[in-house]
């Protein structure tokens, strides 16, 4: 009978995951046109063009190996959704979008495997609904070009070594290319993919240092070694892989070396951004900046929950279950890679205080092992309520259920902008708005721009002799693409007949009729003035460059 409720409790987690990943597809599938242009939507889709000619042309064409900077990213997302683009029935920035959602998905997938592997069916159902309900998460997977991608690339890495960890001391051949290809795609993504590096590299030496205790120095190193050959082939998968998806690291050797150093200093001009009130210099951020975001942005349920399962995975991968089976030691290695995945990038920027701006959009990567520590923790509350009571256990469901409803209200409230909520703790999108950026990706300029050619159709109004010119205090790609034929985006808001402004701390409020506002739980992302006729001399709340 223990046996009969054990197969049934599995299936029916298996099954509420898999309906959360095929509710998130269908809703992804649904939805996907409904997210705006950004900052860098228009160059990252020259940039997959690039790559695509770079390999239509034989390597003849060599524009993409030298193109602005991004040539020392890796672009396969952007070389993908090229190339869907030629297929789907879509408009080019659609088609990205869609790309985006199936890279985030399989993300949700991994992730669901991830937390299974380690906790069980329930924490894998955890772990998968946790981070599909996450807003950082999910608005970040359909337009972001660079993290988005690279959470999902990092997430494959890590299930492939966990899997290898599990497996100890021989791997399979199908862990060995998956870590492989893992491994490859996300140094092939991004430099900092070299985190998984270190993620791999820690475990391993507490494994060498524990079986030495038990075993000796010679035969440990012998299982050790033993253990690690069979990945050798893996090295060359991976750079294969990561020369695939960023044929610039491949050019020369020394070429991810170069990237590193690239972006180890900052790369642009210095400029300030708003972080808990103030206008900080980009390169003088607190070192609290990422923590603080973090607990701001993360969900409650998620935030509690991981940093529960963080304490319990640290404690079982240092002490155990008291065996000395390889089995135990495997588990604590994978224990330890998945802590180090979620919280060794924030460590290292606390202690190295980088330049950071954009919010923690570069720190999504972290979302999916966060998510799985959610879930492990998740399954050992469960299973100590369950010990108590009936009444504890339902308490806890009734917890769980509410946990989740907070997001994904926030989620239906936002969209298309769920990227720039905020939680309970920092007083919703309301609270943060005089604190920290909100839209600092300028997803509402696409909708202000569609709603302006709206409001002007509708009112039959005709452009004098001319297109309608727009100042822009934003992206402009977005507002020309949300604008399209008959108008003119441009800086200067002399001679201009109306403005779009992104409401963020650098844009100035107008003195000008609104023609309409961009809103979201009463904060104002983006507003249309109508400055005809009207002496404007600046779109910038500071015009000295200086004082930004």
């Known amino acids: 009978m223990p046996s009969t409720i054990s197969y049934a409790s599995t299936r029916l987690w298996d099954g509420l995951a898999i309906a959360v990943l095929a509710i998130t597809t269908i809703v992804a599938v ?8 950004g900052w860098d939507d228009y160059t990252h889709a020259q940039y997959g063009d690039l790559l695509l000619s770079l390999y239509s042309s034989g390597f003849t064409d060599k524009r993409a190996l030298s193109f602005v900077n991004l040539y020392m990213y890796g672009g396969g997302y952007d070389l993908l959704a090229a190339l869907t683009a030629k297929i789907l029935p879509f408009a080019l920035f659609e088609t990205r979008r869609l790309v985006g959602a199936v890279a985030g998905i399989i993300g949700l997938f991994v992730t669901w495997r991830l937390g299974r592997r380690l906790g069980g069916p329930f924490a894998g159902l955890i772990s998968v609904a946790l981070l599909a309900t996450c807003p950082l998460y999910y608005g970040h997977m359909f337009m972001n070009a660079k ?41 092939g993504s991004r430099v900092m993919g070299g985190f998984a590096v270190i993620n791999t590299v820690l475990p391993l030496l507490l494994i060498l240092v524990v079986r030495t205790r ?39 050797p020394l070429n991810p070396f170069h990237a590193v150093e690239y972006f180890s200093n900052f790369f642009e001009k210095p400029w300030r951004e708003l972080f808990d009130g103030q206008l900080i210099p980009v390169p003088d951020m607190p070192r609290r900046y990422v923590p603080t975001l973090l607990a701001l942005t993360l969900p409650e349920l998620m935030l509690v929950l991981g940093l529960c399962g963080t304490i319990g995975a640290a404690v079982e991968s240092i002490l155990g279950d008291g065996s000395s089976s390889t089995a135990n030691l495997g588990r604590r290695a994978a224990l330890s890679a998945v802590i180090l995945a979620a919280l060794l990038p924030v460590l290292v920027t606390v202690i190295a205080r980088p330049a950071m701006y954009n919010g923690i959009r570069h720190f999504v990567f972290l979302m999916p092992p966060f998510a799985v520590l959610s879930g492990l923790a998740a399954a050992w509350i469960s299973q100590r309520l369950r010990s108590l009571s009936s009444i504890a256990t339902g308490a806890g469901v ?20 769920e990227y720039t909520d905020f939680n309970h703790i920092a007083g919703g999108v309301p609270g943060a708005r005089p604190r920290y950026m909100i839209d600092y990706w300028g997803l509402s300029m696409t909708q202000a721009s569609r709603e302006l050619r709206a409001v002007l159709e509708s009112k039959g109004e005709k452009p004098p002799g001319r297109p309608w010119t727009v100042a822009v205090c934003g992206p402009h790609p977005a507002v020309e693409v949300g604008l399209g034929p008959g108008y003119s985006a441009i800086w200067d808001p002399k001679g201009a007949d109306f403005a779009i402004m992104l409401n ?8 000008a009729p609104v023609v309409l506002e961009v809103v979201r739980e009463g904060v104002v992302y983006a507003r249309v003035y109508d400055i005809r006729g009207l002496s404007i001399s600046t779109l910038l709340r500071y015009p000295n460059a200086n004082q930004q």
């Open 30 to 37: 649904l939805t996907f046109r409904d997210f705006g242009l």
């Open 147 to 187: 993290d988005g991608p690279f959470a999902v690339t990092m997430a494959t890495a890590l299930l492939g070594l966990v899997r290898a960890f599990e497996e100890y001391p021989r791997a399979t051949p199908a862990t060995i290319a998956l870590y492989g290809i893992g491994m490859g795609l996300a140094i």
């Open 214 to 252: 038990l075993n000796g120095l010679m035969p440990a190193l012998r299982e050790w070694f033993g253990f690690l050959t069979p990945f050798i082939p893996t090295v060359i998968l991976a750079y294969l892989v990561m020369g695939l998806v960023w044929p610039w690291a491949v050019v020369s």
């Open 398 to 417: 009734a917890v769980l259920l509410a946990g989740f409803a907070s997001p994904i209200v926030d989620m239906v409230r936002l969209h298309p902008y």
């Open 504 to 511: 963020e701390f650098y844009c100035a409020d107008l003195n």
